[in-house]
């Protein structure tokens, strides 16, 4: 497979998350604004299309048994995947990194004040995502479930309370640009998680673990916005 300029960056992503490597290293959004071709998102960055073009086409030529085909996977099990390694994960880490934050924030606060403004985006988050994963878990993908065994069945799905699920699905990729636009400022503010020189290991410690949380949302983000998302929509429409 050759890449050209004109593809969509989501697409690439989903046929193959080894190119979100790519997008990375020339800090192009792959998840919340993975609807751009590689020109569009080039342009908007200055940076010369040809070189991503050429990166990505040499990942292509690699070999590597490393990435999963998520985009072959039955519905049901990718939304269960996602709320049992991703929802969990943001759960998890919010708890831990959250204390973390605090300490740096009391010890370190006079000298980089710069650390009081990624705690409260920080908690912004948490407690935007902590809303968002519930009525994932409680609405959007039931619905999801309730569709596979209604095509594996061959019966009718019930018309959900949200009439369509491109209703709440737009809402959730909204919601996702909100954080991804969230993080990305956490990342400018911490000079992408670099800590200063007189930062203590518990410092540096929580600019590593924000680093992750940052790039398990990119992947959580991209799972849904393009593979689960678009196929859900799909499956609706074949059920209908």
């Known amino acids: 497979m050759n890449i050209q300029e004109d593809q969509i960056i989501g697409e690439l992503v989903a046929n193959d998350y080894r190119t979100a490597s790519v997008f990375k290293k020339y800090n192009i959004d792959f998840c919340c604004q993975g609807n751009r071709t590689i020109n569009d998102a080039c342009?908007?960055?200055k940076i010369d299309e040809k070189l991503v073009v050429s990166d990505l086409n040499a990942l292509m030529q690699s070999q590597?048994?490393?990435?999963?085909?998520f985009k072959s996977w039955p519905l049901d099990l990718l939304a269960d995947y996602i709320e049992k390694k991703h929802h969990r994960y943001v759960e998890e880490k919010t708890l831990e990194i959250k204390p973390y934050l605090d300490k740096i924030c009391r010890v370190h606060g006079e000298r980089h004040p710069e650390l009081y403004e990624i705690n409260k985006h920080f908690n912004a988050t948490a407690g935007e995502l902590a809303m968002h994963m519930k009525k994932e878990e409680l609405m959007v993908f039931p619905f999801i479930r309730k569709m596979v065994k209604s095509q594996q069945e061959n019966t009718k799905v019930e018309t959900p309370v949200f009439e369509s699920v491109q209703f709440p699905i737009q809402a959730m990729m909204d919601e996702h640009t909100t954080e991804g636009d969230r993080f990305r400022k956490i990342e400018e503010i911490s000079n992408n998680y670099t800590p200063p020189q007189d930062a203590c290991n518990t410092y540096r410690v929580t600019f590593a673990l924000l680093k992750e949380f940052e790039q398990d949302l990119h992947l959580h983000i991209h799972?849904?916005?393009?593979?689960?998302?678009?196929k859900a929509i799909e499956l609706e429409k074949q059920l209908n």
Do not use: V, W, Y
């Open 43 to 45: 342009e908007a960055k």
């Open 64 to 69: 590597s048994d490393s990435s999963i085909d």
């Open 223 to 230: 799972l849904e916005n393009n593979i689960l998302f678009p």
